[in-house]
């Protein structure tokens, strides 16, 4: 990775941001955890009987993660939200009793803070999750967690996407009375993955002149293979199609052939087994596959990034992304392209 104090470099910004994770992540147990768990404890109190969940982009993702969390951990049943059904039809559902969570980095887009608000005067329990406690979205919503990752200015998400799945882990621990406890060694674990960037460097050289890619992955893995996709698309322009193994299967393996990549987030777990009748058939049509994943996937894979053993399934995807992160920053860099700038976006997206 680039030296982040070369200002000249492109990337260097993302490349810093990056390498902050696990001091981010080390903060988040530290000092947002406790007002994490008192959030929970006064939400827990109240007995939402469904979760609804809205956020954009990066923040989806993590939302998606949440949703997994709270129909597995807590069995709930849990949805992501239409906004447009709100901003756009005027819809007017009774959200009484219904914990309405809101995830989004900056906390300014005015669809988020339109259907936040619109979700309060509907009966809803309202909680935002925002890097950004000063925002409007933090300002309607009864409730706020800040995921204290600091200012991001790399127009690609990173440590705050990694933040956001940490406090909804701690958030939905503390709803069901747990301790958070399997994501104590986190930081650590983080820095180890971020430290091994001659592993990613080398993975990139297979992307560097990708025409397409796609992406699969079950269970808890399957947000980290959008978040993922979204990476790769925004900073290298390389068309990168998510899906759930599942709906691979469905009919989009049919234009998987001995040419095209596919990157499998194989998680440790149940979602890990549920993927493995979908790794056979990707091997079977002599797919390049690269898996990110426990060691015995990546030797049985044309390539891969082999994980941390003994991490529990629910916290796997807060490491999952963060050498795909990274490959997308080593081949966005290898096409002669900037990441810390993609064209025609902007750090905070308005949508209405």
Do not use: C, W
């Not at 309202?126 to 991001?152: K, Y």
């Not at 990708?210 to 079950?218: D, G, N, P």
């Not at 810390?340 to 976006?345: G, I, K, N, S």
Request: hydrophobic content about 45%.
């Amino acid at each position: 990775m680039s030296d982040p104090q070369t200002v000249s470099v492109p990337g260097r910004i993302m490349a810093a941001e990056m390498a902050e994770q696990p001091a981010v992540l080390q903060r988040i147990l530290d000092e947002g955890a406790p007002k994490i768990r008192d959030i929970a404890a006064q939400i827990a109190a109240r007995s939402p009987r469904f979760v609804l969940l809205t956020a954009r982009g990066t923040s989806d993702n993590a939302a998606l993660y949440a949703k997994y969390l709270i129909e597995i951990l807590l069995g709930k049943p849990a949805g992501l939200t239409s906004m447009s059904t709100t901003t756009a039809y005027g819809a007017k559902p009774d959200l009484t009793d219904v914990l309405v969570i809101t995830v989004s980095q900056s906390g300014g887009s005015p669809d988020l803070v339109a259907s936040t608000k619109a979700a309060r005067e509907a009966g809803a329990i309202t909680l935002a999750v925002t890097n950004n406690p000063g925002s409007p979205l933090a300002e309607v919503s009864e409730f706020h967690i800040d995921v204290l990752a600091g200012p991001e200015k790399a127009l690609p998400a990173t440590k705050t996407y990694t933040a956001e799945l940490l406090a909804l882990y701690l958030l939905v621990e503390g709803l069901r009375g747990g301790d958070g406890s399997a994501a104590r060694e986190l930081p650590a674990l983080a820095a180890g993955v971020l430290s091994r960037q001659a592993e990613v460097k080398a993975l990139a050289e297979r992307y560097r002149f990708a025409q397409r890619l796609v992406i699969t992955s079950r269970g808890y893995g399957y947000p980290t293979a959008r978040e993922a996709a979204l990476k790769l698309m925004e900073t290298t322009y390389i068309p990168a199609t998510p899906f759930s193994g599942a709906d691979l299967l469905h009919g989009p393996l049919a234009m998987v052939d001995n040419v095209s990549p596919v990157i499998a987030i194989v998680p440790d777990g149940k979602g890990g087994e549920a993927l493995q009748p979908v790794l056979d058939r990707l091997r079977g049509r002599g797919a390049d596959l690269v898996v990110i994943g426990q060691q015995a996937q990546v030797d049985a894979a044309s390539a891969g990034f082999a994980l941390p053993a003994g991490v529990p399934e629910e916290v796997q995807p807060i490491l999952e992304i963060m050498p795909l992160q990274h490959l997308a920053y080593e081949v966005t860099i290898a096409r002669g392209q900037d990441p810390d700038a993609p064209r025609a976006l902007a750090k905070v997206t308005e949508t209405r």
